[in-house]
């Protein structure tokens, strides 16, 4: 089983910035993705930005620019770096991971239990 932790959430003002962490633990052989999504009040779950192992990474389009994802493969662990926040920026953020559990090759789907940003002067 595999267990994700997020952290660095909270309250910041329109323009600030904010960093959200997320760590992976348990079995695992091997994670090829890790995303972020988030989740405002009254709209469905979206992804935010993801990372794979190589490094390529993906960004929605109202983050780009703004938002940094990165990932450190020996921790299993990624970041999200948020400047320039907005207020719908605010949402409960989601980390996930995408791998391999052992050698025998059992696939996990992980979600973390979601870290809150408000974005409010």
């Known amino acids: 089983q595999v267990q994700l932790v997020e952290s660095g959430g909270g309250l910041v003002q329109p323009g600030g910035s904010l960093r959200l962490s997320c760590t992976a633990s348990?079995?695992?052989?091997?994670?090829?993705?890790m995303g972020w999504h988030r989740q405002a009040p009254g709209k469905q779950r979206e992804l935010v930005a993801s990372i794979m192992r190589a490094g390529d990474t993906y960004y929605e389009d109202s983050v780009k620019g703004r938002f940094t994802i990165s990932r450190d493969n020996a921790k299993n662990t990624i970041y999200l770096q948020m400047n320039n926040v907005k207020s719908e920026d605010t949402a409960v953020y989601y980390c996930n991971a995408d791998g391999v559990a052992d050698r025998r090759g059992t696939l996990f789907g992980s979600w973390g239990q979601g870290t809150q940003v408000t974005v409010s002067s």
């Open positions: 348990g079995s695992i052989l091997g994670i090829y993705a």
